[in-house]
């Protein structure tokens, strides 16, 4: 898909109020102050005394499958004159209330004509001319021009709305039913065909007659077999085509077309508002028969607001017509800031930096807006019986008023894996969390509130948010803490033995790997211990330790594997070096490290020592204070023998450092061992 951005930023239009009712609203998971703020956007605008906002509107929000609100304020009927021939007045504008959608019917005709492409019935690249007489119908326009041309207003064809002898015509007869090529034929060549994209709804009244001219269906029908029935669209229908029926209540135009009504040209001009009001004793039958395929479609607004998400989600059309109209979108703007399409525009309007895409309605009496917003999934539709209303405007506010807010979260700081609370407005549709831009898991709560958990690589940094209406950002920084390993006791140890890890934020510990082999043991004390057993097949290397966060941290050194096999022989190689009368045997020895295992330990410990030669030697334990509490041996040992001793502590030793010392008349070796419970 391709969206082309545009800086250009329309300012939101001063909206002409006079006097207005604001109605109950609606609403579908927004939560109710997020539902009350957006209701205050439309009674504002609706309300603003400045200037009078003579009829009413309604508008939809729609966010994903789960949030929807409506809301409507205003009049569907201001006048009170009882010659009003649509209502009486003083009739509310409701969220049921029906509307004309006008130039937004062609995000239907678009992917009709697409459809049927698809299905063979003809092809993008026809000329009009084998299906239609268009040089008959009109001589002034290139016949060869091909249906693609005209899906993308490159015809060079006129706007028929704008053509002043049709105008004249439909003043004359404000009741007349017009037909597409009637139509057709007041409209001019103004530019070469394919030079140029230029907005006309020509284009579509065209496609419509193709469509039911080689599919022998009235258009309606197509719509309604395509779209309004599947989708569930109950309201929407084909104006004039069809009847209003009991789909509910037309809203009534408001606009001064006093140059269209015979009366007013002889009483003369009448003073505003009376000329906003007075149009409702116009007859809108040609001006809706002339609008055709190219916007003579009613609806209300929440389910112009469902038309949107199915169209630009990819339920209402195939995937394949979906990308046709999106890669269509047009790389530069046109005379309006807009990116024209197939059927749809890239509006600029509603957002400076982000990409919308729908289309407009503006004609006689009503003005309204369908945009969709795609990486958020926002749809927003907005209809207005009013003529000096601004729907881009309305639907600019409506979004910023799903902008979402981080007033606090809680905790300020944590390791990896812990659970945040973040508290503010508007959060009920976040889609996203990030710990100084990491992706975090997360919870809705409320619409005050969602809880994420710190992802395992996170830093410390700003807390971002992404929800419907934007992104919003924490006010300061969330602390990541990370596990440290400060120190560890023994260095070295055999497979089997215990090493006390000291360190800080060690207290989640899920996993301990000694250079990469797990420890099927281990256990944590507080938030700065950890006494792991040495893993079988574990070799020299760092030890790790990973939390049950994603945090891990390693030793700055390693740990020492050793092996009883590798004891004894050293051993060995003692008594043979100990043959060579060069080198002294006590030396040898001397290399050799007084071994304890498993250390620390929780109910005995073995001490592994050789001797160079036969002598004396004692070997006892000492507590921290030297205090003597246990004797291993004291008697004499034979030389270049290994010797294993075990101790078994008393139970009235208490858990802590103790000291192994081996003492004989010519050396003393030490080793610290650490005594749990």
């Not at 006129?158 to 002898?165: C, K, N, T």
């Not at 024209?340 to 503006?362: A, M, T």
């Not at 889609?431 to 690589?457: C, H, K, L």
């Not at 390693?554 to 003692?574: N, R, V």
Request: charged residues 20%; negative net charge; hydrophobic residues 40%.
């Amino acid at each position: 898909m391709k969206y082309h951005l545009y800086s250009f930023i329309r300012r939101i239009g001063s909206l002409v109020i006079l006097f207005a009712i604001s109605l109950a609203s609606y609403g579908q998971g927004f939560g109710p102050e997020t539902e009350a703020r957006l209701q205050e956007v439309i009674d504002s605008i609706q309300n603003d005394t400045s200037e009078p906002f003579v009829g009413g509107m309604s508008v939809a929000v729609k966010v994903g499958d789960n949030f929807l609100w409506a809301g409507a304020t205003g009049y569907a009927a201001r006048n009170i004159d009882a010659q009003n021939n649509l209502l009486p007045g003083g009739i509310p504008f409701t969220t049921g209330t029906l509307s004309q959608i006008y130039s937004i019917t062609k995000t239907f005709t678009a992917p009709l004509v697409l459809e049927l492409a698809q299905e063979g019935v003809f092809s993008l690249d026809d000329p009009v001319s084998n299906y239609l007489p268009l040089s008959q119908i009109n001589p002034r326009l290139n016949s060869e021009v091909t249906i693609r041309q005209l899906l993308a207003h490159e015809s060079g064809f006129s706007d028929y709305a704008v053509e002043q002898q049709l105008q004249i015509a439909v003043a004359a007869q404000p009741g007349r039913i017009w037909s597409p090529f009637e139509a057709i034929s007041f409209t001019n060549q103004i530019f070469p065909t394919g030079t140029e994209r230029r907005y006309s709804s020509t284009n579509y009244i065209l496609l419509g007659a193709l469509v039911e001219v080689v599919t022998g269906k009235p258009i309606e029908q197509h719509y309604r077999e395509r779209f309004f029935e599947p989708l569930g669209l109950e309201s929407m229908y084909l104006g004039v085509r069809e009847p209003l029926g009991d789909r509910g209540v037309l809203a009534a135009p408001h606009d001064n077309i006093s140059p269209f009504n015979p009366v007013f040209a002889q009483t003369g001009q009448p003073t505003f508002p009376d000329a906003y009001t007075n149009i409702s004793r116009f007859p809108m039958d040609a001006i809706v028969s002339l609008a055709f395929a190219g916007g003579g479609i009613v609806s209300n607004a929440t389910d112009l607001a469902e038309w949107g998400d199915a169209l630009f989600r990819g339920r209402a059309t195939s995937q394949a017509t979906l990308d046709m109209m999106l890669e269509s979108i047009s790389s530069s703007p046109d005379m309006n800031g807009n990116f024209l399409g197939y059927g749809i525009k890239q509006i600029p309007h509603i957002s400076d930096s982000e990409v919308f895409l729908g289309h407009n309605g503006d004609a006689v009496g009503y003005r309204t807006v369908m945009v969709h917003q795609p990486e958020r999934d926002v749809t927003l539709a907005v209809l207005s019986n009013f003529a000096g209303a601004d729907p881009y405007a309305i639907a600019r506010a409506l979004y910023r008023a799903l902008a979402p807010q981080i007033s606090s979260f809680s905790p300020k700081q944590g390791l990896p894996g812990t659970t945040v609370t973040i508290d503010g407005k508007r959060l009920a549709t976040t889609t996203s969390v990030r710990f100084n831009g990491v992706e975090a898991d997360f919870t809705v709560i409320s619409e005050n509130r969602v809880t994420a958990v710190v992802p395992a690589t996170a830093s410390s940094g700003l807390i971002t948010l992404e929800a419907a209406g934007g992104t919003a950002e924490s006010k300061r920084s969330f602390t990541v803490l990370q596990p440290r390993i400060q120190a560890f006791y023994p260095d070295r140890g055999w497979p089997g033995s215990k090493v006390l890890l000291v360190g800080r934020h060690l207290g989640t510990t899920r996993e301990v790997y000694f250079n990469g082999v797990k420890a099927e043991k281990f256990r944590t004390y507080f938030d700065f211990l950890v006494l792991a057993e040495v893993p079988q097949g574990a070799t020299t290397g760092k030890i790790s330790v990973l939390l049950s966060g994603g945090g891990q941290a390693y030793t700055s050194s390693d740990f020492t594997i050793y092996t009883i096999p590798l004891l004894a022989a050293k051993a060995e190689e003692a008594k043979s070096q100990s043959e060579d009368k060069t080198t002294r045997p006590e030396a040898l020895i001397q290399e050799q490290e007084l071994m304890a295992y498993p250390n620390p330990f929780t109910e005995h410990v073995t001490l592994v020592f050789t001797l160079a030669h036969t002598q004396p030697v004692n070997v006892k334990v000492y507590d921290i204070k030297g205090r003597e509490v246990g004797v291993l041996y004291r008697g004499e040992a034979q030389g270049n023998s290994r010797y294993q001793l075990m101790w078994k502590p008393g139970k009235e030793l208490s858990p802590g450092l103790y000291i192994l010392r081996l003492q004989t008349s010519s050396e003393v070796r030490q080793q610290k061992i650490m005594l749990t419970k």
